[in-house]
């Protein structure tokens, strides 16, 4: 099982949300951006990386948020998801193809990677 994390990274309101570019895995799928977690790494200190390698910026690792197992034809993953602050820097995009800030009720309005979708619903709960 890979161990992967996800950063739910709120600002007025509103959720950061990525789409998986076209030579992706799961390509125009909406996700919480994060990545795998490299061996003798914590989950926080993975999210701050794949952050700044996928997005480009720097963010804060605050709560954790909850974790979802999802079992995909290329393997399961576990995903835990972390709330999380952008800090600082310019938003480049490398795996993405476009990112979008929304409110929680919206986001169902966006298809999302089996894995991430506990945390929608779970971001709709808590959020409305």
């Not at 996800?6 to 390509?27: P, W, Y």
């Not at 310019?90 to 979008?100: A, G, N, T």
């Amino acid at each position: 099982m890979k161990l992967v994390t996800a950063a739910i990274i709120i600002n007025n309101g509103k959720v950061l949300i990525a789409q998986r570019a076209e030579n992706q895995q799961l390509a125009g799928k909406w996700e919480f951006p994060g990545g795998k977690v490299e061996p003798g790494e914590t989950p926080e200190e993975c999210l701050k990386r794949e952050i700044k390698e996928e997005l480009g910026i720097n963010i804060e690792v605050n709560d954790f948020f909850g974790e979802s197992t999802y079992h995909y034809d290329t393997g399961t993953i576990k995903l835990l998801a972390y709330k999380s602050q952008w800090i600082d820097g310019e938003c480049k995009l490398s795996v993405h193809s476009r990112i979008k800030w929304v409110k929680p009720y919206e986001l169902e309005n966006y298809d999302f990677a089996p894995a991430d979708i506990y945390f929608v619903n779970k971001l709709k709960e808590e959020l409305i």
